[in-house]
């Protein structure tokens, strides 16, 4: 970590342990800075000959036995005006990343500038700034997520966090030959990549540094700044959609740690909205640049946590545009209204037929031409005829449901008819498991079953002699 110390003078401040500060000196003090809890009995010389703010302050202040001001609103509250206090008493102090925006912010708020003093606090703060830290990757990261404290401060004065991010983007969009500095990577192991025959025989080995090296590293980022930065990185047209589909599935199981279980505590729910609504928005508009696996975790967190109709219907058209990548038990989506814990568990079924019907219209339309994914309709074929698997199969388990409606199984099944299969089995399980269900349960309602059911098996298996006849019969 870069860091820089001012001051020559060794640090004469004591602190009593009731937050009252004071110097070792022989000269009595002669004014009393009150920064929130803290108390400062200080001296006016060193601290007027540095701050204009100051300067103002005692010259409006009643004489008496000693000055008193109240500076409660001062950034960064007493730590910060301790370091400005002991700058222009001529201290050591030493700035490092995690200190030096509050300590600008505090010199910037005493008006700690040029014009009061030459080399004042507010400059020298800028040349450790642009010199040192926005010169390395893992202090600009941290020197920006401070900047979150300070929003009162830099909010009118945006161009230190545009700085900032500035930095933090340049380095992530840079020739990764040209990564010469250390970043957090735990995703995979790298692999070692072996050198010309010359350095081998000497034992020098080089790392590969991976194209989304800095995703993890990103994810510390507060919700905010890290959406500030990945814009600048997308602007910036140097990164891949793939590396940065990879940067948002990073921070999303970094934000959302339940979102492989699909469970969020009630208390997160509103930092975690947040979090899957900015993750929709930043997603890259190219198709397959996210698994459709991620896409539906992030779909059942949207429904988890009650993002808008915008988002969820984002999420579901994104899925639909690559459906057949999906699992049974992606689709697998709670309804709300269940807690998981009950019996017959109900599935939100309509979510899934909002996604396959996604996946239909974008067929019929030639939307998926252009991705790849059609060459002479062979490819086509091939994707709505494991859509239709996928659906097949997604039939079976919802038909466990004992309180899944006919319309909703029917219209289902109904939207990948078009399908030619090799083998309707699935879909005769599907079937065949739904009846035993409701048959056990809806006593009364089994010939209407039977007979909607036999219609809907005999539309997609009239050319399979005999199949249809196994049809359970009540």
Not at 30 to 37: A, K, L, P, Q
Not at 261 to 279: E, F, L, M, Q, T
Not at 291 to 311: P, T, W
Not at 313 to 323: D, F, S
Request: overall charge negative; some cysteine.
């Amino acid at each position: 970590m870069k860091f820089m110390k001012l001051g020559s003078k060794p640090d004469s401040f004591q602190n009593d342990g009731n937050n009252v500060w004071y110097v070792t000196s022989e000269l009595a003090t002669d004014v009393i800075v009150n920064v929130g809890d803290s108390k400062f009995y200080l001296h006016k010389f060193p601290l007027l000959s540095k701050s204009g703010r100051l300067q103002k302050l005692v010259g409006s202040t009643s004489e008496g036995d000693g000055n008193e001001i109240d500076m409660h609103e001062i950034p960064g509250g007493s730590s910060a005006f301790e370091i400005c206090a002991k700058f222009c008493y001529g201290m050591t102090v030493t700035l490092n990343a995690y200190n030096v925006i509050s300590t600008y912010c505090a010199a910037d708020y005493l008006e700690m500038y040029e014009t009061i003093d030459k080399g004042n606090l507010v400059y020298k703060i800028s040349v450790f700034l642009n010199s040192s830290i926005f010169r390395s990757w893992k202090d600009s990261i941290i020197v920006l997520q401070t900047t979150k404290y300070m929003t009162s401060c830099l909010s009118e004065e945006p161009k230190l966090v545009n700085l900032c991010i500035n930095s933090i983007a340049s380095r992530a969009t840079v020739d990764v030959s040209k990564v010469d500095w250390s970043y957090t990577y735990n995703r995979k192991k790298l692999t070692q990549e072996i050198e010309p025959e010359s350095e081998l025989n000497e034992g020098i080995r080089s790392r590969t540094v991976p194209n989304d090296w800095w995703v993890e590293d990103l994810a510390e980022l507060e919700i905010g700044l890290y959406k500030q930065v990945l814009v600048s990185i997308k602007n910036k047209n140097l990164v891949s959609n793939e590396v940065i589909g990879e940067a948002l599935k990073a921070f999303a199981l970094r934000r959302l740690p339940g979102l492989n279980r699909g469970i969020v505590h009630s208390s997160d729910i509103p930092k975690a909205r947040s979090v899957v609504d900015i993750i929709a928005w930043l997603l890259p508009s190219e198709k397959g640049c996210v698994s459709c696996g991620f896409l539906l975790k992030l779909l059942k967190m949207a429904i988890l946590v009650d993002s808008g109709e915008m988002v969820k219907r984002e999420l579901v058209k994104r899925i639909g545009q690559q459906l057949e990548e999906a699992t049974v038990e992606d689709l697998l989506i709670k309804a709300k209204e269940s807690d998981g814990e009950t019996e017959g568990v109900i599935y939100d079924v309509n979510v899934v037929h909002d996604i396959v019907r996604e996946f239909t219209v974008g067929d019929q339309n030639g939307e998926y031409e252009e991705s790849g994914r059609t060459t002479g309709g062979i490819l086509s074929e091939a994707s709505k005829l494991m859509v239709a698997k996928l659906v097949d199969a997604y039939l079976s388990e919802i038909a466990k449901d004992p309180n899944l409606p006919l319309g909703m199984f029917v219209d289902l099944a109904d939207m990948v008819s078009g399908a030619s299969r090799t083998s309707h089995d699935g879909l005769y399980r599907a079937i065949d498991t739904y009846l035993k269900v409701k048959a056990c349960t809806i006593y009364l309602m089994h010939r209407t079953l039977v007979y909607l059911l036999k219609v809907l098996l005999d539309k997609y298996l009239s050319k399979q002699s005999g199949v249809a006849s196994k049809l359970l019969i009540f």
